[in-house]
């Protein structure tokens, strides 16, 4: 138990017997022969075995003791409905959906935009996935540079909302202030924060339990921007083309599990602990 102890910490190549039966032959050459006994000879070649020894032990624990590779970091996909449907071709079929409405964001509701933040969008950001949220803008909104960028207001208005909301709620420090469009906007964020409908703060609340820290929220824009704004017909012909090649869920159920059928407790009552026999 005590040799248990001593090489519990060591990696596993340590603990292996292999690996202890060298050790231990490594120290025992070391006291095995009294250095007043053997001839000037005989302790020249002990001294060099034990050298020979030692550097098979560091040889050992440097080779086995690595430096642990970081964890990978966790990454989604979202789509942002409407006309980030057009990114879904060049998307997996992971790929989630969110709606952060450009109208919204163009009406300068706070509020709504919190409100349509999706449950499964906001679990991945409490959890420290990293979530991009793919999008076309629609119009050509003159920004700096000589390329014409058509960056949808979703992303550059409400993902930075969105971001320094939630780090608020979920009590994460600022790294950057916020900005829309070059201006300074984090004395009109508190402002709005300050109001927060107590609905919306309890639903955001809700994941800080978590234990965020940092939300990993990124924009992603097509720089061309999108043709089909508009037309349905288009971004209906593009989901079922997608989903035609979607995986399927198994069909059966894990063990433990049965599905719920509200016809089996019809007139049985609510006492029962049988279903209804037909």
């Known amino acids: 138990m005590r040799e248990r102890a001593k090489f519990g910490r060591l990696p596993s190549l ?5 690996a202890t039966v060298l050790l231990r032959h490594a120290a025992l050459g070391c006291c095995s022969d009294s250095p007043r006994t053997l001839s000037s000879a005989a302790l020249r070649s002990s001294i060099t075995a034990m050298r020979r020894r030692r550097i098979i032990a560091v040889a050992l624990l ?3 003791v690595a430096p642990l590779a970081p964890p990978a970091k966790r990454r989604l996909n979202f789509i942002n409905l409407t006309n980030g449907i057009e990114a879904l071709p060049v998307l997996d079929h992971a790929t989630n959906i969110c709606r952060i409405q450009s109208s919204r964001c163009e009406a300068n509701d706070f509020y709504g935009v919190l409100q349509d933040l999706d449950h499964n969008l906001l ?3 409490a959890t420290g996935a990293e979530c991009r949220i793919y999008d076309y803008g629609s119009r050509g909104t003159r920004w700096p540079g000589e390329t014409e960028q058509k960056i949808p207001r979703a992303i550059w208005w409400g993902l930075v909302w969105v971001r320094y909301a939630l780090e608020d709620v979920w009590k994460i420090p600022h ?4 900005t829309l469009r070059g201006y300074n906007v984090e004395t009109l964020f508190r402002e709005k924060l300050g109001r ?4 919306i703060y309890k639903k955001l609340k809700y994941y800080r339990k978590f234990s965020p820290a940092k939300v990993d929220l990124v924009g992603c824009y ?3 921007g999108t043709v089909n704004d508009g037309r349905d017909d288009v971004y209906a012909e593009i989901v079922d083309e997608w989903l035609a090649g979607a ?10 599990f049965n599905m719920y059928r509200a016809a089996d407790w ?8 049988a279903p209804k026999v037909t």
């Open 14 to 18: 340590l603990q292996s017997r292999r």
């Open 62 to 64: 440097a080779t086995s």
């Open 123 to 125: 679990f991945h950001l």
């Open 175 to 178: 790294d950057d202030t916020p």
């Open 196 to 199: 927060l409908p107590k609905p």
């Open 222 to 224: 097509f720089v061309e």
């Open 247 to 256: 995986p399927s869920a198994s069909e059966a159920l894990p063990p433990g």
């Open 266 to 273: 019809a007139g049985v009552g609510r006492g029962s602990c």
